[in-house]
């Protein structure tokens, strides 16, 4: 990458920080300084994601059983415990059910690569968990797909459930979710993780992420994607996600 590049590229983060810091979302980023790679999408995320200080997790998901992986930081400082109140920062306030795994220990970027079985053996707990969509574009649905994913992948917090018991005997192609607003059920769905096989996912953040992620650490989070859409919450309202398994978790915004 060009020096030239770089600069294009931090004015890029810059945009995109500002317009979530202020509450005032910009359409998508200017073309000169819009990733056109997969690469530069996620070097904007870095720089945006150390503005907000130390990472607490990775959030990693697959549109399809066979697609590569996508991640993005989840700064520390947005994660919350059950029934969280999120504050005025979000404008967006788009809902997302999903699973998420706390790390117990250091699984360092080394050169042969983890199995599944030692990746497992990594994991403190499971938990369900809501992610908070939030972005510093208008709708970014709408906007080009490396500007999106540059904007953190519109991450904007995320709130777990307790632990599940005995979570590795859970047959997740069969787990069935609700995710309510204000009592009422928007979405129904189940084994509906579109990346499938949700447990291929931190194998490859161990694996194939590491050079991002510097190998995941002990006290870290991963959640895995949504199990039911995009789902938009208003100023004001509940939310509570259960899983007919893996629990339940509710967050409130003010």
Not at 20 to 44: F, G, H, M, Q, S
Not at 121 to 139: K, N
Request: proline share 5%; charged share 25%.
């Amino acid at each position: 990458m060009t020096g030239e590049r770089e600069k294009e590229l931090m004015t890029a983060a810059g945009m995109l920080l500002d317009a979530r810091r202020t509450n005032k979302p910009i359409d998508d980023l200017p073309e000169a300084v819009r990733p056109k790679t997969l690469e530069e999408a996620y070097y904007i995320q870095g720089r945006i994601a150390l503005a907000y200080g130390e990472i607490g997790g990775w959030k990693v998901g697959a549109p399809t059983p066979d697609a590569t992986p996508m991640f993005a930081p989840m700064p520390l400082a947005w994660i919350a415990s059950n029934n969280a109140v999120l504050g005025g920062r979000h404008r967006y306030r788009g809902l997302e059910a999903e699973i998420a795994f706390l790390i117990e220990t250091d699984l360092p970027q080394r050169e042969k690569a983890y199995s599944r079985d030692e990746v497992v053996a990594a994991i403190a707990s499971c938990h369900p968990a809501i992610e908070v969509i939030e972005s510093g574009l208008t709708d970014p649905m709408k906007a080009e797909k490396l500007s999106m994913i540059a904007d953190l992948q519109m991450h904007g917090a995320f709130v777990y459930g307790e632990a599940v018991a005995n979570w590795q005997r859970i047959d997740f192609s069969k787990e069935h979710v609700t995710l309510a607003v204000d009592g009422v059920v928007r979405v129904e769905r189940t084994g509906s993780n579109t990346s499938g096989d949700l447990m291929r996912l931190l194998p490859w953040l161990a694996n194939e992420g590491a050079v991002r992620t510097g190998g995941l650490k002990a006290g870290q989070w991963v959640t895995t994607g949504s199990w039911t859409g995009l789902s938009l919450g208003i100023a004001g309202s509940s939310v509570n996600v259960n899983f007919s398994t893996a629990g339940e978790v509710d967050l409130r915004f003010e």
